[in-house]
């Protein structure tokens, strides 16, 4: 059971990480945006391909990370920014022929099989007579040490608190005369960059191939629906409960634990519609 609830804690974990920037572009922007699924991929197989010639794996995560910057400021900019007032239909329209380019992109250059990578760390601890491995307690305490940053951003620094007041009323806040735009551009880079992080974490639990971003992807929604639309205290707590969730159901019945979790998305939906 233990390791039950490590495993639901790491990809409890690795849901925030990717689920705090789609909340965010969500709950600013108004956009599903589908491209982040891609950005999470890129950031997976960027890890597959730096990694062996660095040979040092936070600066391998680092490069990756940052690797993904370009590319998400070049979809903001031609993609995402013409978007913004237009349906959500168009947006998921747009941002799904972005993540399927963007797909055939990485089939071109990687090919369509699963890449496997190995632990990076590779060793176990012994907790309750229950034997561990290191690197999953790493994503959990990344994934914290992260949600501390967050929050330090969002209530200290004055570009958090106009990112909060864009959740709140975006409308409100560009009648002050803040280029409510620059922030969320801001907010669209640093989103991509943590679905690059989420990929590059989560790549060596998985396997790196083209179509690993679409489940995560999915999860992600249904973690920013529970948790509440653009609440990024409740997506910390949707994360974690609904990747225990799915830990505890996978080890009684695997089929039922994304079933599980779209199950609970359901009820969220029925008790607390949303209006987007």
Known sequence: ?????????????????????FSFTFGTMKIVNYAHALIFTIGGYILYATLPRIGFYPAAVLAATLGVIPIA????RFVIRNLYGESVDLTIIATYAVFLIGLDVLKWIWGSNPLQMSDPINKTFTFLGTEL????????????????????????????KIVIAGLEDKETVRGLGISV???FTMVFIIGSALAALGGVLYAPITVVEPYMGFQ????????VIVG???NWRGTFVAAFFLGMVMSVTGRWWGPASEVAVFAILAVSLLIHPIDI
């Open 216 to 223: 995560i992807l999915m999860l992600s929604f249904a973690v």
């Open 1 to 21: 059971m233990i390791s039950v609830i490590a495993y639901g804690l790491t990809l409890g974990g690795i849901l925030y990480i990717i689920s705090i920037g």
């Open 228 to 230: 509440g639309l653009g």
């Open 73 to 76: 400021f070049i979809i903001e």
């Open 181 to 183: 735009q620059r922030y």
């Open 133 to 160: 491995p290191v690197y999953r307690m790493a994503v959990i305490v990344i994934a914290l040490a992260l949600a501390i940053l967050i929050e330090i951003f969002l209530q200290r620094s004055m570009a958090g």
